[in-house]
């Protein structure tokens, strides 16, 4: 669906009648968790069939109200997306590649059949909010300011079809690590349900991949595991991905492979990221196919000497166990690996402004 140029919007500040005590922010700060706390602030953005997008506003985060005729409550028209900004160590702010969330944001607002956002807006808002908000983003290792885009079908109809109205949201909140466990390597569980089909939503992010994703999920932690990993759809055989993170395999003649976009595994800008870092270490990257079969003999013959998970929330987490209805595997000494640590500790430090970025990739806002 077509959008207005950027130059025509214009963001009304809106002020905050009581924000939250310097005391109480300090506290949440020392142990922000993960997803549970929220700024003060937060972006709107609406759209409106034949009008576009207008009314941009920055004001205090607060309950929206929505008729409960509203597509999104229905049809599930909504889609998200999820990146952080970090507190460089000369204390200023950065983002880390906020153009390709832009991008994926709008790839999955077409799948849906959305409007697009301007990615010029799109990293405006977030530019707005997290200045607005600085105070709210942790300074310790590993943590950063967590910003969740996300646009949903405003429209009151009953009806499949694309809604009329749409509104833009932009929220933040202050973030630790990702996995409570704090485990130096995940244990995950081989779902026997599947997330995504050929031709179907997996490349998007939508909010409906996540729910069908909640009993799988709910599953591996019954089973004292840490994530879920899925196989595909139409021959239950390949690894695809895990609920929100992307995989990495890595063999003892130094060669990694990661699974292909296929259209059905979210395009990771993480795993984008990592493909660049590897090879330029020079490394062999290839994306392929990989079956479970072929994963656990690997595993067993020593073939295979990391895997790793990779992905905003959770950064570079190893995998150290992988269990399923045909029995479990360990994965080198269970525990991470030369090159999953050297590749996250590269990430990391550029993302930190600790090591030169030499791709353009960090965008520093405050
Ligand atoms: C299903 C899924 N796969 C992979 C990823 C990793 O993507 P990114 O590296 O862009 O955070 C995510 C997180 O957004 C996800 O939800």
Partial sequence: MASPAAAELTFTTLPHPALVSDETRTAILANPGFGTNFTDHMVTIDWT???GWHDAVIG????????????VLHYAQEIFEGLKAYKQADGSVSLFRPDANAQRFNASAERLAMPALPESVFIESIEKLVALDKAWIPEADGASLYLRPFMIATEAFLGVRPAKTYKFILIASPAGNYFKSGAPAVSIWVSEYTRAAPGGTGAAKCGGNYAASLVPQGEAIARGHDQVVFLDAAEHKW??????MNLFYIFEDGTILTPA???TILPGITRNSLITLLREEGLSVTEGRYS??????DAASGKLVETFACGTAAVVTPVGTVAGAHGEFTIGSGGPGQITQKVKDRLVAIQRGKAEDTHGWVRKIA
């Fill in 261 to 263: 976009l296929t259209g």
């Fill in 49 to 51: 069939e034949g009008r």
């Fill in 239 to 244: 690894i695809e991905e895990l609920g929100g």
């Fill in 60 to 71: 205090p985060r607060q309950p929206i109200a929505l008729d409960p005729a509203a597509a």
């Fill in 292 to 297: 479970l079969d072929q994963w656990r003999a």
